[in-house]
C-alpha cells in the first residue's frame, strides 16, 4: 500500500531564505507526483506535476526533483518571501488500481517571517 | 474563468440529519472528484467520476456516504445519517483529459461540523 510522508511537518525561516521540502513515498510505480499549495480555509492550488519518466519540474521560484528509484521528491523554493507561507503538500498517481487515486502526504506548513 | 464551486462553505447540523453538498467542476472537465480532509487523516479520496459515471467509489467509508453526478455540471455527495465522526472538510476537484498527466483544480470545500 501506497504511502506518502512529508517532513518536517512545520518549517519557519526569515525571509529571503531558499529552502528544500522533503516528500517520500513506499512504491516507486507512479504516473506522476504533484506538489499542492493549501492556504487556511482554501482548497489545493496545483504547483508543479513531474511525470514518472521526469526529473524535475520547474515554475519561477519553484523547483521540484523526483527520484522515482529512492521514492523521494523534493520541493525547493528560492528567496522565500512572506506571501509563501501556507501548508504544502504532495501526492502520488498510482500505476494500477484506480487511476484517479491520488495518495497525498499530510503535508509540511511553512511559516516565512518578514 | 471559474473555478471549481462548492457549495455551502460551512454547515453545521445536528447528528442524525441528512447532509448534502454539492459541486459544479470546471466546464469540459471529465474527471470530478470528492475528498474529505481531517486532521488526523489528511486528504482522502472518497469517489470520484469519467464523464458522469462512478469509476472508483472504494473509499467511501460506509453506507451512509452517497454521491451522484447527473450531468456534467453538477455532482452531489449525501450522508445520510450524519455522524459527528463526519465532520471533516469535503473537498470537490475536477480534472481535464488524462488524468496521469493532468493536475486536479480544487473547490474552496465545505466545513462540515456534526453535533
Known amino acids: 500500500k501506497q504511502e506518502v510522508t512529508q517532513i518536517p511537518a512545520a518549517l519557519s525561516v526569515p525571509e529571503g531564505e531558499n529552502l528544500v521540502l522533503n516528500c517520500s513515498f513506499t512504491d516507486s510505480a507512479i504516473y506522476n507526483l504533484q506538489w499542492f499549495r493549501q492556504d487556511p480555509g482554501k482548497g489545493l492550488t496545483s504547483l508543479l506535476l513531474?511525470?514518472?519518466?521526469?526529473r524535475e519540474q520547474t515554475s519561477g521560484r519553484l523547483n521540484a526533483s523526483l527520484d522515482k528509484s529512492s521514492g523521494r521528491s523534493t520541493l525547493y523554493i528560492a528567496a522565500s518571501q512572506p506571501g509563501d507561507s501556507a501548508t504544502y503538500l504532495c501526492a502520488v498517481l498510482n500505476y494500477g488500481g484506480s487511476q484517479g487515486n491520488l495518495i497525498f502526504g499530510k503535508g509540511t506548513k511553512l511559516s516565512v517571517k518578514p | 474563468d471559474a473555478g471549481v464551486i462548492q457549495s455551502p462553505r460551512h454547515e453545521v447540523t445536528e447528528m442524525g440529519q441528512e447532509v448534502t453538498l454539492r459541486c459544479k467542476p470546471i466546464?469540459?472537465?471529465?474527471?470530478l472528484f470528492w475528498y474529505r480532509q481531517t486532521m488526523m487523516r489528511g486528504l482522502e479520496l472518497l469517489i470520484y467520476?469519467?464523464?458522469?459515471?462512478?469509476?472508483?467509489d472504494s473509499g467511501m467509508p460506509e453506507d451512509r456516504f452517497s454521491a451522484k453526478m447527473p450531468n456534467a455540471s453538477f455532482s452531489t455527495l449525501k450522508i445520510q445519517p450524519s455522524e459527528p465522526r463526519d465532520s471533516a472538510v469535503y473537498f470537490c476537484?475536477?480534472?481535464?483529459?488524462?488524468?496521469?498527466?493532468?493536475?486536479?483544480?480544487f473547490g474552496d470545500g465545505t466545513r462540515l461540523s456534526i453535533l
Open positions: 466546464s469540459g472537465h471529465d474527471y
Open positions: 513531474i511525470q514518472s519518466s521526469q
Open positions: 467520476f469519467n464523464n458522469n459515471v462512478p469509476i472508483d
Open positions: 476537484a475536477s480534472s481535464p483529459g488524462r488524468i496521469s498527466n493532468q493536475p486536479q483544480h
